[in-house]
């Protein structure tokens, strides 16, 4: 098992512009989510899903879009990069509860 | 909503040390999970422990529920324990989304 991926590892990008964050799992778990961690900071839930085609907003949304086509990926969508996302984003994926987290997207928005 | 609170912040220890991480929680949890962030910012899984007492090698977790707090023992402290410790919640009722607290960073010098 590859566990939860994430691609890409970096990102730079400038204000306005839009990219997809990529997230796939291959445990069958059916609870997905996206937290980011900020300096000093714990991480904060963006959005989350429970199975393929549904989804709910977390603590943070504003600003990120998700769907959930397959039980395998959990894309998170920036439309319009602010300064304000530039963060580190984890996604997540969950057996009975137990949550298991990917290496991360370092991103930076100038 | 529910708060997560992490003590000590800061921890620096000498290599061979023990050390106690505290984690307070402001209400009822369906879960609790204790991370590892390292210094490349890898989240690893220490424990699942919503309640009890859980040991893996020289880490040991013990979770007292109704009195709403968790601590991790560090025994016999390395240099690769470094890094901040993360407790993470669900609240009852709220489905498997985490909370996290803000971290207990650790220093341990050869």
């Known amino acids: 098992n590859a566990g939860v991926t994430q691609t890409p590892k970096f990102q730079v990008l400038k204000t306005g512009q839009s990219m997809t964050l990529q997230c796939a799992q291959d445990?069958?778990?059916?609870?997905m989510s996206w937290y980011r961690q900020d300096p000093g900071m714990g991480l904060r839930l963006i959005h989350y899903s429970v199975g393929a085609g549904i989804t709910d907003q977390g603590e943070v949304p504003n600003g990120y879009n998700v769907s959930r086509s397959t039980t395998e990926d959990f894309p998170l969508r920036l439309l319009s990069a602010a300064p304000s996302q530039t963060s580190v984003y984890f996604c997540?994926?969950?057996?009975?509860?137990?949550?298991?987290f990917g290496p991360g997207t370092r991103l930076t928005v100038l | 909503g529910i708060q997560v609170e992490q003590s000590p912040p800061d921890l620096i220890l000498q290599e061979g040390a023990n050390s106690t991480l505290r984690c307070n929680f402001s209400?009822?949890?369906?879960?609790l999970q204790w991370f590892h962030q390292n210094p490349w910012g890898q989240l690893i899984n220490l424990f699942y422990i919503p309640s009890g007492t859980k040991q893996n090698g020289r880490l040991s977790a013990t979770t007292v529920a109704t009195e709403r707090y968790s601590l991790l023992y560090i025994s016999s402290s390395q240099t690769t324990d470094s890094g901040v410790y993360f407790c993470a919640v669900v609240p009852k009722g709220g489905s498997e989304k985490l909370v996290f607290g803000k971290g207990t960073k650790l220093t341990v010098n050869p």
């Open positions: 997540a994926s969950s057996h009975r509860r137990e949550q298991f």
């Open positions: 445990m069958n778990h059916e609870y």
């Open positions: 209400d009822s949890v369906n879960n």
